[in-house]
């Protein structure tokens, strides 16, 4: 397939052209595990399933979009139907097939890897962190510091996955974030055991190869800043052939092998595939 064979397959299997909203939650569910990794909501080449609600690419919030009230209903309820979720990519919020949750806890919890993101944290992070480990909990609304800074340090400590945030309704009628150490988490509890017979490079191998094959097709800068580990084996992966690459000007794009293609670098020619459009491009 070409390049442009594959973004016309993204946006198709994304459920974004043609159009085919999801009407509820069992059928946003049923989506997730087909996908087998889906943004909650944000902007990145993998599905994002505010997007797969409404059936189009949402500029924006979705809490400003006309589809608001049917995209809160049914991301309050996704849940029910047996999906995962936590904030493994970049941070952000993502749904994922409960097959992948022993291997996203083992790289959450090795902890030679927790080690080396504690040494990368900023200082009102590692304050924050401190805190949060020898308390076992702290309140966002209740902890010294500047709003602004404290929150970009609380969300740095859960793009490094060391701890887990969820949101509070308060006595007063607001939201505040209440911050745990990872390891204490129910998600981590649930899958520890099952994590630890996992090898750490494999677990890394598993959320690589299902995040791309998610994706369909996207750019290598920005798979390689999808999780906590970096690149990890992509570059091994793809000289074994399990990935394969595509170099369009300057843009380097990965997308999942197939026997019909070779490993490695794969041109497309001038004359033969247009470049493909980006997502955000007008005329999708």
């Known amino acids: 397939m070409t390049l442009d064979d594959l973004q016309i397959l993204r946006l198709r299997l994304h459920r974004l052209d043609p159009s ?8 946003a569910a049923v989506f997730v595990r087909e996908r087998g990794m889906v943004m909650e909501s944000g902007r990145a080449s993998l599905p994002v399933l505010t ?21 809160y209903g049914i991301l309050g309820n996704i849940q029910k139907y047996g999906v995962t979720s936590a904030p493994i990519v970049g941070g952000k919020e993502t749904l994922f097939s409960p097959e992948l949750s022993p291997f996203i806890e083992r790289v959450a919890g090795d902890p030679s890897r927790q080690e080396q993101s504690r040494a990368t944290l900023t200082p009102l992070a ?56 990872w390891r204490a988490s129910a998600f981590s509890s649930r899958f520890t055991r099952r994590a630890a017979r996992i090898e750490y490079e494999r677990a890394q191998r598993v959320l690589l190869q299902a995040a791309i094959r998610a994706a369909v097709v996207a750019p290598e800068r920005e798979v390689r800043g999808w999780f906590v580990f970096g690149a990890g084996p992509l570059d091994t992966m793809i000289d074994e052939g399990r990935l394969q ?10 997308a999942p092998a197939t026997r019909a293609a070779p490993a490695g670098v794969l041109r497309e020619r001038a004359g033969r595939s247009r470049p493909a459009r980006r997502r955000g491009d007008r005329g999708r």
Do not use: C, K, N
């Open 20 to 27: 085919r909203p999801l009407r509820d939650a069992r059928a």
């Open 51 to 71: 997007e797969a609600i409404a059936g189009r690419q949402i500029r924006g919030s979705w809490m400003a979009d006309r589809e608001v009230f049917r995209i």
């Open 126 to 181: 590692r304050e924050l962190l401190d805190g949060v480990e020898r308390t076992g909990e702290v309140r966002m609304d209740r902890w010294p510091g500047p709003p602004r800074a404290a929150r970009a340090a609380r969300l740095l400590l859960m793009r490094q996955l060391v701890v887990w945030s969820r949101s509070m309704h308060t006595e007063r009628g607001y939201h505040t974030a209440v911050v745990i150490p």
């Open 245 to 254: 690459r595509f170099q369009v000007g300057r843009t380097t794009w990965l």
